[in-house]
């Protein structure tokens, strides 16, 4: 416990005193929730509005895409936090590391937590923009979904390291992860609704893990009940999954086994790797 604490401590510090990283790091975010809650916005509500014009007055595009930006931000700041791995392997920290007492599991596991609790942290600092973004949402789903946010982050963070651990260069990290993030990102329901896609596309979006924690995400942070059906539709707030309607309960369990899994993988990968 005291090497992965070790671990921890060092990433945490390093992230905190780059306020370089520290502010670029919400950019991002906020470009996409400018174009996709502001552009696009007026768009969705306006098109909400008049094919359902009772059930989408109350609606707000904004409301619905702002779980997403937070669960794009998780999955940015958990897989690039990796790229550290690369960086140790290059100036020789990490020969130090692994000639120390500190086991190669502690080690795979302290940049994991750290990696996650980065992730998570920013996305909690996103939700010191909702009270000027005029969306509403209430407190008890703010706290109830910071716990299935850092879930999500270890499985990311884990996902990261299993690449990172194979990979020497950090522009050849950089490439494949840009590669892999942004079909994750715009093929999960984060950015626009995913109901009615082709065939062969609805298969990629069911394979990707990241639809499930951006439909938990979703299905915590906005009172879905209290939409009407049509909206719900509408904004594919009703994933299905061989015919049967996910709960956040099977989605939080496949997310959990996804997780369990990715750790035991990027553990594996890692002292392979670094043997």
Avoid: H
Wanted: aromatic fraction near 12%.
């Amino acid at each position: 416990m005291e090497g992965i604490f070790a671990i921890w401590i060092r990433d945490m510090t390093r992230f905190f005193r780059d306020r370089a990283r520290l502010i670029g790091s919400f950019s991002m975010p906020i470009l996409f929730l400018l174009i996709f809650g502001g552009g696009m916005g007026g768009t969705m509500e306006s098109l909400i509005g008049s094919s359902m014009p009772d059930a989408g007055e109350d609606f707000q595009y904004l409301q619905f895409v702002f779980p997403g930006i937070v669960s794009m931000t998780l999955l940015m700041t958990s897989i690039f936090s990796s790229l550290s791995i690369i960086e140790d392997k290059n100036f020789g920290y990490m020969k130090e590391i692994l000639v120390s007492p500190i086991s190669r599991v502690s080690i795979a596991v302290g940049k994991v937590l750290s990696a996650s609790t980065i992730a998570t942290f920013q996305g909690i600092m996103l939700f010191l923009l909702i009270p000027f973004l005029g969306i509403n949402y209430s407190l008890t789903s703010l706290l109830l979904v910071i716990p299935f946010m850092f879930l999500l982050a270890c499985a990311l963070s884990s996902f990261g390291l299993l690449i990172a651990s194979f990979l020497r260069s950090t522009q050849g990290f950089q490439l494949i992860v840009q590669i892999l993030v942004m079909p994750m990102i715009f093929l999960s329901g984060a950015l626009f609704p995913i109901n009615n896609m082709p065939g062969w596309m609805d298969v990629v979006v069911k394979l990707n893990p990241v639809t499930y924690g951006v439909d938990v995400m979703k299905k915590i942070m906005i009172d879905v009940e209290s939409l009407s059906p049509m909206i719900r539709d509408a904004m594919g707030l009703n994933l299905q999954l061989f015919g049967t309607t996910l709960t956040v309960a099977m989605e939080i369990a496949f997310i959990f086994t996804f997780t369990v899994i990715l750790i035991l993988f990027a553990t594996l990968s890692f002292r392979r790797a670094n043997a």
